[in-house]
């Protein structure tokens, strides 16, 4: 079985450039979840997916970021513009279904540089 | 809301040395708890998790974790520690019911010494 796939792995941007993240959930999971790790930090939620619907983004600044889930399978999450302390990984992850008692399956990340 | 505090951010063992390493949570209702696990550049992955029944769960590659409820503890074990074993882990809870949200700890590097 596949398992969730990240892109790019690494990126280096200036401040208040744009970037970009995509992610490609395992086959057949319809709970897709974007996470911030700041560096000495565990993951932090930023949005979840139920399908193509948006079901939490309460920790999601939304004044810079952004990110959509179109036809309920991979999604891209967007920043713009970019600040310094948006330097972190940011983990792409998906279950089945968004309840606490199916197991989220996590991505290799994007590792993001805001210089 | 839930919190999560891992006390303990950077242990040293050596090989064959026991672990424990301590997890609590802030939470007022009913949780499902989980130990997952980041070896050096691979993904973070699930160890173990409890969510009912006896508090003494068993993960792989021989780790244990225990949930005392009165204590708001979930504890991660393992009797003898690898090198392999060398990995930052963390700590998560999540209240049960639908559209909660998994909350970590801030993670404990573990480096294992030959």
């Known amino acids: 079985e596949a398992g969730v796939a990240q892109s790019p792995r690494y990126k280096i941007i200036e401040k208040r450039q744009s970037v970009a993240f995509w992610c490609n959930p395992i086959?057949?999971?319809?709970?897709l979840y974007w996470y911030q790790q700041i560096l000495g930090q565990g993951p932090k939620l930023l949005i979840q997916?139920?399908?193509?619907?948006?079901?939490?983004d309460s920790q999601l600044p939304k004044d810079r970021f952004s990110a959509e889930r179109l036809k309920g399978v991979d999604s891209t999450l967007k920043i713009q513009p970019a600040k310094l302390e948006d330097s972190a990984v940011y983990l792409c992850?998906?279950?089945?279904?968004?309840?606490?008692?199916?197991?989220?399956?996590f991505g290799p990340g994007t590792r993001l540089t805001v210089l | 809301a839930q919190s999560v505090s891992q006390h303990n951010h950077h242990v040293i063992l050596s090989e064959a040395a026991s672990l424990e390493l301590g997890c609590n949570y802030s939470y007022g209702g009913t949780v499902n708890l989980f130990w997952y696990v980041q070896y050096p550049g691979q993904h973070l992955q699930l160890l173990l998790k409890y969510f009912s029944g006896d508090p003494l769960v068993k993960g792989i590659k021989g780790f244990e974790a225990e949930f005392i409820k009165s204590k708001f503890s979930f504890n991660l074990r393992k009797p003898s520690v690898q090198w392999s074993d060398t990995a930052e882990y963390f700590c998560a809870v999540m209240p049960t019911g639908t559209a909660s949200k998994l909350t970590f700890g801030t993670g404990t590097r573990l480096q294992v010494t030959l």
């Open positions: 992850a998906s279950s089945l279904y968004g309840t606490g008692y199916n197991e989220q399956f």
């Open positions: 997916f139920q399908n193509n619907g948006v079901v939490d």
């Open positions: 086959s057949g999971h319809a709970t």
